[in-house]
């Protein structure tokens, strides 16, 4: 037993205070939140959430030497079995909990003093949510994951919904809802799998129990069905259909948490539960080829939608799609690299996308519309928004040295390591045509490119709801959003490469669960910034500004954006909206995912 | 036991599939009633008492009612 | 995909997925196996280690009470979804109720009066029984909940919305959740782990045993009750609206 | 045994599924969601279930072989997580029928396209 005063002592001490403490405070505000003033609520969520961040920050330094573990409740084994919670904080479930802080408080910030009409429900809903974040990358347990997952979807579906005047806010909240539903039915079939094979729950005893075999079709079917939950808040194609809809339509600050947060916290779920559980009885070489194929869909598909797009925040709810994929590449090449990759853009991609729907939230205040051409010229008065949407156009392209340009140079390099050169062109692709997407817009809506005129082929989206005005404090969380996208890429590195390094070693993982925290090896090569990556880092922001004065400016005999819209017009009806479809490919890709994961482990 | 098991096993898959091919929802509010009696003693056979309480209170009391409100809420205007 | 491409497209997938289940369910054990590690486990756990006579309790609330505490939040979380989304929207006014509402048949009251009786001392007895025997604080919860719309029956929406009281209601609700999370916080301050359950046990059956079990189904059904009765309100509150004027 | 209880779990599942990709009318594609959920309760108990046992539940000292309990927990919040969405499930359908008059086609409900 570590020392009352050690740093060990006091790691296992506070590792649970990232739930504990929002859902304290959630239930206390919910309840007297109407009598407090306003200003006390807001204070009290925001502390609430800056003390969650600085938990998050406290366990990754505690634990860059060795994972810290607790089990829930003090459970130790009985009859050599674990039969409690085991709870784990490592850099990359400690970095997650303080991204999620992090970015809660802003869109705190953000709502000071923001929905006055709903007692302080508003809050309770958003700490429950970041308790459920925080809880869902820490337990190492498939049935705890799967319950802070349907944490997450329920106040993630409740917020989408948040104003029942809004028709289709209601529909994308349906959307949402239905998806998370059948997401977590089939996760739940596949935990039951595997708890019939091994009698076990936890993460770790799993991976020991499943590496003794029988290594039948069970295996490979069970992590395609445990997967499908994660998927589904992920975003990854053909999961992916509630994302467009429900952050179209959902409060702005409400995307900042759904797009910045809650997507990478699935991407990181499967990466963990794939690492800990399942490696010792499904190898790399088994499971790489799937997930890679998937990030590749997803990446493409999402970049070209978005490109499709003149509704913005649509616009920017497609390219969280195509940046996942590029997350699920960093994630799916099971190395440490690729897996450092991810998390270092994991944080950028948190800052860049969340100061784009600062942007969307602004504009929405001031014009009540986020349509492309209805804005045309119309924000050249706005010269700080205008600021931010070019800069954030450019990270999302990946310019150095923001986080989302580190962490797609360290995935590339990654994926060339392995061999798998041709996922560099996949992901150059996903960042150039999302970087254009949101640089078109800008230069259209702020300097007055183009033609006010519509695009062909594309239906005004009238009746926006109109966003109430915080003026100056919307400008500040995008700056402050943009800073962590810039510091992930400046001083992202030591983390990214300790996060990356830990999440795939499974090993370490059991080892610290099972047996007792021991020392852990140091990440190999710290990833950073090198001379070779700059053409390959300039490439897709070339691409981006390329496209989006060709989509602008071209002469009327070759009119590109009536070209790829055309081209794109397939793809598009895909997206039918309609829950029905959805549902029907969600499960097609169960199917694809699970027989792809079978045949490849024969 | 057994008979008894297998004789409920399969009234639940038939109830499940009542459930879903009641096309009117009231009527389906009722069906999804007795389908939550079926589950019910389906999990008092298997010996969990625990489930089966749940499931009656929930399934067969919760869940029709909640279905009946919505939908007089929805066409019932 | 109008419906009929749907449900071209249906079948194959519908295929596809019976063959990912015959296909993993094949691995399963027989139904009826003796081999349950976990279980056994657990059982000796509830028993041996935590007095409680009620494994499934000692599994819910102790050894993963971690789970549970999420589970509540999922439930206040759906109570102020429920809440905000069925609120009144700008332009829609709350409907009035009748002033005097007809008195429904002695008969009916005295059999209402005598069933919310029964229900209360039965949903009180198994919330606190939820350690020793099958029930616990949700199904309680449930129970008390259903019982109290019993005065719909015998009164009408007035009797039931006059033994409604909402902020009283949600002060109740919010004290269960925040209790579950107190209790887990007295086990970390007291013996330096979340939820421990580290309160006297007591012997095996008795009501004052299992050390933090019976607690925390107290609040829970606190919870619960208050809880599920404020969702009902609000679906009832929907309902009065579309009977109001407009 | 074995084939009958985990094949009605799958039965159970796809038959809900089924209903859900087929839906005409919102309301009955959530209770077809129900359904869908409900086929996880049979395979949990499925598993946890041992034959020639009792329930996990003793009045004194253990007597006998009883069956998992840890399924029974597992299913317990799976109980209460399923009855809590359906009800926001229930209150989101209420208002999107409130925008479009009552009625509620999945597919009629699909502004957010393209």
């Known amino acids: 037993m570590a020392d009352a005063a050690s740093p060990e002592s006091a790691a296992t001490l506070i590792l649970l205070l990232p739930v504990a403490v929002p859902l304290l405070a959630a239930p206390l505000v919910a309840a007297v939140g109407r009598w407090l003033p306003r200003l006390l609520v807001d204070a009290l969520a925001l502390a609430v959430a800056g003390s969650v961040l600085g938990l998050g920050v406290a366990l990754a330094v505690l634990s860059r030497h060795h994972d810290v573990v607790i089990t829930a409740g003090g459970w130790g084994d009985v009859q050599g079995h674990p039969v409690g919670i085991a709870v784990v904080a490592d850099p990359a479930s400690a970095g997650l909990v303080a991204l999620a802080g992090f970015v809660t408080a802003l869109v705190l910030v953000y709502t000071w003093r923001y929905f006055e009409d709903v007692d302080a429900i508003w809050h309770a809903l958003l700490l429950v949510f970041l308790a459920a974040l925080s809880g869902l990358v820490l337990v190492g347990d498939l049935f705890s994951l799967f319950v802070t997952l349907e944490l997450v979807s329920v106040v993630g579906f409740v917020l989408t919904g948040y104003r029942v005047e809004a028709e289709r806010s209601v529909q994308g909240a349906l959307s949402f809802a239905v998806a998370s539903t059948v997401g977590g039915v089939l996760s739940l079939v596949g935990i039951a799998l595997v708890y019939a094979r091994t009698g076990e729950l936890g993460l770790a005893p799993v991976g020991r129990a499943l590496a003794a075999g029988p290594h039948d079709a069970l295996v490979p079917l069970s992590l395609g069905l445990v997967l499908v939950g994660y998927l589904v808040k992920a975003a990854a194609v053909p999961f992916h259909f509630w994302t467009a809809g429900a952050e179209m339509v959902a409060p702005t600050p409400v995307c900042i948490a759904l797009s910045g947060v809650m997507v990478t916290t699935g991407v990181y779920a499967v990466g963990r539960i794939y690492h800990v559980a399942y490696q010792p009885a499904l190898p790399a070489a088994s499971v790489r080829p799937t997930l890679l194929g998937l990030a590749a869909v997803t990446a493409l598909v999402g970049a070209l939608m978005s490109l499709a797009q003149r509704h913005f925040k649509r616009m920017l709810a497609f390219s969280t799609i195509a940046h996942v994929g590029i997350l699920l590449v960093g994630i799916g090449l099971l190395s440490p690299a690729g897996a450092a990759g991810a998390a270092i853009y994991a944080v950028g991609h948190a800052g860049a996308k969340g100061a784009l729907f600062c942007v969307a939230g602004i504009l929405l205040s001031r014009f009540d519309t986020v349509d492309e051409g209805q804005l045309h010229g119309r924000g050249r008065p706005l010269r700080g928004t205008a600021a931010v949407a070019l800069l954030g156009g450019l990270a999302l392209a990946g310019v150095p040295p923001f986080g989302t340009g580190l962490g797609k140079a360290v995935t590339e390099d990654a994926a060339r390591r392995s061999g798998l050169t041709w996922l560099v062109p996949v992901l150059v692709l996903a960042a150039a045509l999302t970087g254009a997407a949101v640089l078109r817009f800008s230069l259209r809506c702020f300097l007055g490119w183009g033609k006010p005129a519509r695009e062909p082929g594309i239906e005004g989206r009238p009746d926006e709801e109109p966003e109430p005005d915080p003026p100056g404090r919307l400008l500040i969380s995008a700056w402050l959003l943009l800073a962590l996208s810039l510091g992930a890429g400046v001083a992202g590195t030591a983390w990214g490469a300790a996060a990356g390094d830990r999440l795939v070693d499974g090993a370490a993982y059991r080892h610290a669960v099972l047996v007792g925290a021991g020392p852990i090896r140091h990440a190999t090569a710290p990833a950073g910034w090198v001379w070779g990556g700059v053409p390959l880092a300039v490439a897709p922001v070339l691409v981006a500004l390329v496209v989006a004065v060709l989509w602008l400016a071209a002469p009327p005999r070759v009119d590109v954006a009536r070209g790829v819209l055309a081209l794109l017009s397939p793809l598009r009806r895909w997206h039918s909206g309609r829950v029905g479809d959805e549902v029907t490919w969600m499960l097609a890709g169960t199917v694809v995912i699970g027989l792809a994961l079978f045949v490849a482990s024969r | ?77 | 995909m109008t419906s009929r491409q749907r449900r071209l497209v249906a079948v194959p997938v519908g295929a596809g997925l019976a063959v990912v289940l015959a296909l993993a369910f094949h691995g399963l054990p027989a139904f009826g196996t003796a081999h349950h590690p976990y279980g056994d486990a657990s059982v000796r756990a509830a028993l041996a280690l935590r007095h409680t006579a009620n494994a499934v309790g000692s599994v819910t609330f102790d050894q993963r009470g971690l789970d549970t505490l999420f589970e509540e939040f999922i439930l206040l979380a759906a109570v102020l979804g429920v809440r905000l989304l069925l609120r009144p929207a700008a332009g829609e006014h709350q409907g009035t109720d009748p002033d005097r509402e007809p008195r429904s048949p002695a008969a009916v009251r005295a059999t209402v009066l005598v069933l919310l009786g029964v229900t209360a001392v039965l949903s009180v007895s198994v919330v606190l029984h939820g350690h020793l025997s099958p029930g616990g604080g949700f199904q309680g919860g449930v129970l008390a909940a259903s019982g109290l719309h019993l005065l719909y029956v015998g009164g009408g929406p007035r009797t039931l919305a006059r033994f409604r009281p909402s902020a009283a209601l949600e002060l109740l609700e919010a004290a269960g959740a925040g209790g579950y999370v107190v209790i887990g916080l007295v086990g970390l301050v007291g013996s330096g782990s979340f939820l421990a359950n580290d309160l006297p046990l007591g012997r095996t059956g008795s009501l004052l045993s299992a050390g933090t079990v019976p607690l925390l189904n107290i609040v829970v059904g606190f919870e619960v009750g208050a809880g599920l009765v404020l969702l009902l309100a609000s679906y009832f509150a929907q309902e009065r609206l579309a009977e109001g004027p407009r | ?114």
């Open chain 4, 1 to 114: 045994m074995t084939a009958l209880a985990f094949g009605v779990a799958a039965v159970v599942l796809l038959a809900g599924l089924y209903g859900v990709v087929t839906s005409r009318d919102y309301l009955h594609l959530v209770v077809c969601l129900v359904v869908a959920q409900s086929s996880t309760y049979v395979l949990l108990l499925g598993i946890g279930y041992r034959a020639h046992a009792t329930a996990p539940v003793f009045s004194d000292h253990p007597k006998g072989p009883v069956v998992d309990p840890v399924v029974q927990a597992l299913t317990l919040t799976d109980v209460v997580v399923g009855a809590t969405v359906l009800a926001l499930l229930l209150a989101l359908v209420v208002q999107a029928a409130k925008g479009a008059g009552g009625y509620c086609d999945p597919d009629a409900l699909n502004d957010l396209h393209g």
């Open chain 2, 1 to 77: 036991m057994s008979v008894v098991l297998a004789v409920l096993l399969v009234a639940t898959a038939v109830g499940a599939i009542a459930v879903v091919t009641c096309r009117d929802v009231a009527s389906q509010a009722v069906v999804l009633g007795a389908y939550g009696f079926v589950l019910g003693a389906l999990f008092l056979a298997l010996s969990a008492p625990d489930v089966a309480l749940s499931e009656v209170v929930v399934g067969s009391v919760l869940t029709p009612l909640l279905i009946l409100l919505a939908l007089v809420k929805v066409r019932g205007r």
